[in-house]
C-alpha cells in the first residue's frame, strides 16, 4: 500500500475520533504517526477540510447509502467522508482520490468495505448535482453547520449572517505579529520579500502582517528567535486595546497559550510587573516557551510545569540596561483569587475569557460538532462570574478589557451588559479605546453591536471573529 493511502487511513481514524467519539481535533491530530512533511501536511487539510464540512458530506452520504439510516463501522463511515471530502472540497484528482481511499480501507482492517467505499464515491461522482440539490435546501446543511448555531447566529447577527457562515467554512487567514522590540513591521516585511514570501494588501499598517500562504512556523525568518509569532489581527487588537503604560502593574488572567501576554510585553516593557494566569499547568508552560522564545528569561512563580521548575517568573532581556519587568506565571483559577493574589491592585487586566469560541470556527472546525446549544448558558455565567471576581482587583482609573472568539450576544454584549448594570464604579469606554486605536490598527473594522462593546465578524479584513469591550473603574 502506498503513503498516500496511510495519510487517507489515518485521517479516518482522525475524523472518527473527533465526529463520532467527541476528540478534539487539536488532540486527535497530536500523534499522526507520518514521517514526512508533506504527508502531515496532507493529512491535516483532509482532516481539516473533512470537519469543516463534516454535516453537509455527512448528509450527503446518507443519501448515497443503499438503505436509510444504514449502520457503518465508524472509522468506514469516516473514510466515505474523507472520501467524499476529496471530491468535491480538494484539487486532488478525482481517480487518485477514488483509488488511494478504497486502499485506506483495507489499511483500516477493514477490506470488505473497500467494495463499497468504491461505489459511494463513483456514485458521488455520477449523481452529486442532483443530491447537493436536495440537501442544500436546508441551510444548515447546505452550509454545514448545525441548526441551533445557526439559529443564534441569524438572531445575533442578521443580514450578516451569510458572509459569517461563508467566512467559517474557509481556510484561516495566516496572520503574524513583529516584535516590535526587535525590528518594524516596514523592517520584517522587507525580510519576507526578500525570502520569497508573498506580503498580502491588508487594512493594518504596522506590526500585524497578513501572508499570502500558511506556512510552517519555521521557515519565517527569524521565529526561533523571537522577531515574529503568529497571532490573527483580530487578537493582536487585545494588548493595544489595554494600552499598558511604564510603570504599571497588569494582571493577564486566562493567559494560555501566551500570545496576548508577549504582546503586552513587547508593547511596553517597562512595566512594573505582569501576571499570567492559567487554570491548566500543561497551557501554562506553552506561555513560558512562547516567552522564552520571544526573549525573555525564567527566572521563578507557581506551579507551571516547564523544564522540570515549578515556580518561576519570566524577565525581559532589556538591551538597555532599563530594569525589566517582572512577569509572573501563575497556574490557578483566576476566580479563586484568594488562592493567589497578594492584595495589591492592578492597573489593568486583560480577561480573554474561556467561550465557545464561535468566532474561530476557520481555525477549530471541530467547534460545529463538539459544541452544544446547553453549552451556551453555563459559559456565559462563568464569564460574568469571572467579571465579577476579578473586578475588586482592578484600581480606581484602571482599565480592564473583556475579550472574547465568541459570536455570541450571550457570552459577550450580554456578560458585559449585566456586568455593567450591577457595578455602579464601572463604565464602558469601548468607542474611545477603540477610536484611539487609529486606522493602521483596524479601528474601522470594529463595529457597534447594540451591546455594550464592539464586535468583529469572521472574515472581516481577513480577520478572525472577536468581541472586546473596555471598561474602566471610576476614581469615586
Known amino acids: ?56 458530506l455527512d448528509a450527503l452520504l446518507g443519501r448515497l ?17 474523507v472520501g467524499l471530502c476529496q471530491l468535491f472540497y480538494t484539487d486532488i484528482p478525482a481517480h487518485a482520490a477514488v483509488d488511494e481511499t478504497v ?87 522587507a525580510r519576507l520579500t526578500a ?8 487594512a493594518f499598517q504596522d506590526e500585524a ?43 493577564d488572567a486566562c493567559a494560555a497559550p501566551g500570545g496576548k501576554t508577549g504582546h503586552l510585553l513587547e508593547l511596553q516593557p517597562e512595566l512594573e510587573s505582569l501576571v499570567a494566569i492559567d487554570v491548566s499547568p500543561r497551557r501554562l508552560r506553552r506561555v513560558a516557551d512562547n516567552l522564552r522564545r520571544l526573549g525573555f528569561r525564567i527566572v ?17 532581556v532589556d538591551p538597555a540596561g532599563n530594569r525589566p519587568c517582572g512577569v509572573h506565571l501563575v497556574a490557578a483559577d483566576a ?40 453549552d451556551i448558558p453555563a459559559l456565559a455565567a462563568r464569564q460574568l462570574h469571572l467579571v465579577h471576581r476579578l473586578w475588586p482587583l482592578l484600581a480606581p482609573g484602571g482599565r480592564l478589557v473583556y475579550a472574547s472568539c465568541s459570536a455570541l450576544a450571550q457570552e459577550t454584549g450580554a456578560v458585559v451588559g449585566a456586568f455593567l448594570s450591577a457595578a455602579c464604579d464601572a463604565r464602558d ?6 477610536a484611539e486605536l487609529g486606522d493602521e490598527f483596524g479601528a474601522r473594522q470594529v463595529e457597534t453591536c447594540g451591546q455594550p462593546g464592539h464586535r468583529i465578524a469572521a472574515g472581516t479584513a481577513g480577520m478572525d471573529g472577536f468581541y472586546y469591550a473596555c471598561i474602566e473603574k471610576t476614581k469615586g
Open 103 to 189: 486502499d485506506a480501507a483495507r489499511l483500516l482492517g477493514q477490506p470488505r468495505a473497500a467494495g463499497l467505499i468504491n461505489a459511494l464515491l463513483r456514485r458521488a461522482q455520477r449523481e452529486h448535482v442532483r443530491l447537493f440539490a436536495a440537501i442544500d435546501g436546508d441551510v444548515a446543511l447546505r452550509h454545514a453547520h448545525p441548526r441551533w448555531l445557526l439559529d443564534l447566529l441569524a438572531t445575533d447577527w442578521g443580514a450578516s449572517v451569510h458572509a459569517i457562515l461563508a467566512a467559517n467554512n474557509q481556510r484561516p487567514a495566516f496572520w503574524v505579529r513583529v516584535n516590535r522590540l526587535h525590528g518594524t513591521g516596514r523592517h520584517y516585511h
Open 335 to 374: 476566580a479563586d483569587t484568594a488562592d493567589w493574589w497578594d492584595g495589591r491592585p492592578f492597573d489593568r487586566i486583560l480577561l480573554d475569557v474561556p467561550c465557545s469560541a464561535t468566532g474561530v470556527i476557520r481555525r477549530h472546525p471541530d467547534i460545529k460538532l463538539l459544541r452544544r446549544a446547553e
Open 65 to 81: 447509502l443503499a438503505r436509510p439510516n444504514q449502520k457503518l463501522a465508524p472509522e468506514v463511515r469516516s473514510l466515505a467522508i
Open 195 to 202: 525570502a520569497g514570501i508573498r506580503v498580502a494588501a491588508s
Open 209 to 251: 502582517l497578513l501572508l499570502e500562504s500558511a506556512m510552517d512556523v519555521g521557515d519565517l525568518p527569524g521565529f526561533s528567535a523571537g522577531d515574529v509569532s503568529v497571532q490573527d489581527a483580530a487578537a493582536q487588537l487585545a494588548a493595544r486595546l489595554l494600552a499598558p503604560r511604564a510603570g504599571e502593574r497588569i494582571l
Open 1 to 56: 500500500m502506498s503513503a498516500s493511502a496511510a495519510v487517507r487511513a489515518q485521517a479516518a481514524r482522525v475524523v472518527a475520533d473527533v465526529a463520532i467519539r467527541g476528540r478534539s481535533l487539536d488532540v486527535a491530530l497530536d500523534a499522526d504517526g507520518m514521517t514526512t512533511r508533506q504527508e502531515r501536511g496532507l493529512l491535516r487539510a483532509l482532516c481539516y477540510d473533512s470537519i469543516r464540512w463534516y454535516l453537509r
Open 429 to 434: 469606554v469601548s468607542g474611545a479605546a477603540i
Open 300 to 316: 521563578a512563580g507557581r506551579g507551571v510545569e516547564t523544564s522540570g521548575d515549578t515556580d518561576h517568573t519570566i524577565e525581559p
